[in-house]
């Protein structure tokens, strides 16, 4: 079954019986924010849902994304699904494998939690994480070794303390032979030292996922995209 595919001020949004819900790669656990809510249906499954057990600020969100938001869909609910399919050309979501061009690029990914990768920051090959719940994209000091602060930016991480205000940088990405020019932050505060303590070096975010189609396998382990 397809879902309609909600973009709303860089956030990918899915949704599910008329309730919007983030689609975040970046978050290991999938909830809600009404307590009357306790599962959800998917494909004609049930899905439990715990309640808001991050304790986010739902308001907050809600006033940066534009919508009211019902919860967030993460990596528990994708790993027990198979897939999470996303095509921006017909504007739907799946949670069930889709063909994509023989053409298609794969990149594989490590699931520990968060979805860990490959990819070339600043001409090096950095082990990045591979998230749908970032607007921006981020990378460590290191990793921005030679680069020119382009200005500040402001972003809202819940899951990493909430507001970040740190420097922008013009960064070449490459991933899969593909390459652009993505604006990213320098992560700092309690995201540097999470992902420092992962040896993580980087987050690509929606920013970087440029691409119309785009499938997470989790049966292969792979992020295919077109």
């Given at each position: 079954m397809d879902y309609?595919?909600?973009?709303?001020?860089?956030?990918?949004?899915a949704v599910i019986n008329g309730r919007n819900f983030i689609i975040d790669t970046g978050s290991?656990?999938?909830f809600v924010f009404d307590k009357s809510l306790t599962e959800i249906e998917?494909?004609?499954?049930?899905?439990?849902?715990s309640v808001n057990p991050l304790r986010l600020n739902q308001k907050k969100l809600e006033e940066l994304i534009g919508v009211q938001i019902a919860g967030l869909l993460g990596l528990d609910l994708f790993g027990e699904s198979g897939f999470l399919c996303l095509d921006k050309e017909r504007?739907?979501?799946?949670?069930k494998t889709t063909a994509l061009s023989p053409?298609?690029?794969?990149l594989p990914f490590t699931n520990m939690l968060a979805l860990m990768a490959s990819a070339t920051l600043n001409g090096q090959e950095r082990s990045v994480i591979l998230d749908t719940?970032?607007?921006?994209?981020y990378l460590s000091r290191d990793a921005a070794e030679g680069l020119e602060p382009k200005g500040k930016i402001t972003d809202y991480a819940p899951s990493f303390g909430g507001e970040i205000k740190t420097e922008s940088y013009a960064v070449p990405v490459e991933i899969?032979?593909?390459e652009s020019v993505s604006t990213m932050g320098e992560m700092k505060g309690l995201l540097k030292m999470t992902l420092g303590m992962l040896g993580v070096d980087g987050i690509?975010?929606?920013?970087?996922?440029r691409w119309t189609k785009l499938v997470f396998d989790f049966y292969l382990n792979e992020m295919v995209f077109e």
């Open positions: 309609e595919l909600n973009i709303q001020n860089n956030h990918y949004l290991a656990l999938s998917i494909d004609g499954r049930p899905f439990p849902m504007m739907t979501v799946s949670f053409d298609a690029k794969s719940g970032a607007q921006i994209g899969c032979g593909e690509i975010g929606l920013n970087d996922f």
